[in-house]
Antibody, heavy 123, light 111 residues
Framework: QITLRESGPTLVKATQTLTLTCTFS??????????VAWIRQPPGKALEWLAL???????RYSPSLKNRLSITKDTSKDQVVLTMTNMDPVDTATYFCAHNFYRGELRNWFDPWGQGTLVTVSS | QSVLTQPPSVSGAPGQRVTISCTGS?????????VHWYQQLPGTAPKLLIY???NRPSGVPDRFSGSKSGTSASLAITGLQAEDEADYYC???????????FGTGTKLTVL
């Protein structure tokens, strides 16, 4: 059974850097095809894909946020870390991590998801 | 940014059938990228409901079905139940943006 759990600060100030950790179990990021994605959801709004990292170190980023994002993995701890620089109140959202098995962009989906962590950015 | 458009809300009485549309473009759904659907119950994380346009993961009732045609996709729910009241999102990929994209979301109300 695959499970994921997000952790990190619940409150950050504008201009600061956010660091979130996704701790997972039930799979290994050393196994071919495995990946972990980050997705966020502002309060009352839609989902937005942020980043994705694969077993082989391949990293994908949302083009609109690419300059602010960094995703890394620690296979010894079964963790994936997302950092987002220069936080702004509009970045207030629930941040989810989710498991992905690479099937190519034609047919890639995210399952399962962590419970999410709400991050509030104060001005 | 959402480049997949869904109706903001749909509703139906228990036992009825409802459909939720997801409209993309020639660079997303129309380009051959699969559509996947997620159900988000209030206060919870999204849960995969349909993958690869029309496939149900184990444990998802066959009351839920998906289809895709051209630049659009649809989620159908038959035999509506109170527990189906949730937000529903479609997801695909857009090759012009080169990013995974989600729909605008649809709130289902069971009357």
């Amino acid at each position: 059974q695959i499970t994921l759990r997000e952790s990190g600060p619940t409150l950050v100030k504008a201009t600061q850097t956010l660091t979130l950790t996704c701790t997972f179990s039930g799979f290994s990021l050393t196994t071919s095809g495995m990946g972990v994605a980050w997705i966020r959801q502002p309060p009352g709004k839609a989902l937005e894909w942020l980043a994705l990292i694969y077993w082989d170190g391949d990293k994908r980023y949302s083009p609109s946020l690419k300059n602010r994002l960094s995703i890394t993995k620690d296979t010894s701890k079964d963790q994936v870390v997302l950092t987002m620089t220069n936080m702004d109140p509009v970045d207030t959202a629930t941040y989810f991590c989710a498991h992905n098995f690479y099937r190519g962009e034609l047919r890639n989906w995210f399952d399962p998801w962590g419970q999410g962590t709400l991050v509030t950015v104060s001005s | 940014q959402s480049v997949l458009t869904q109706p903001p809300s749909v509703s139906g009485a228990p036992g009825q059938r409802v459909t939720i549309s997801c409209t993309g473009s020639s660079s997303s759904i129309g380009a051959g990228y699969d559509v996947h659907w997620y159900q988000q119950l209030p206060g919870t994380a999204p849960k995969l409901l349909i993958y690869g346009n029309s496939n149900r993961p184990s444990g998802v009732p066959d009351r839920f079905s998906g289809s895709k045609s051209g630049t659009s996709a649809s989620l159908a729910i038959t035999g509506l139940q109170a527990e189906d009241e949730a937000d529903y999102y479609c997801q695909s990929f857009d090759r012009s943006l080169w990013t995974y994209v989600f729909g605008t979301g649809t709130k289902l109300t069971v009357l």
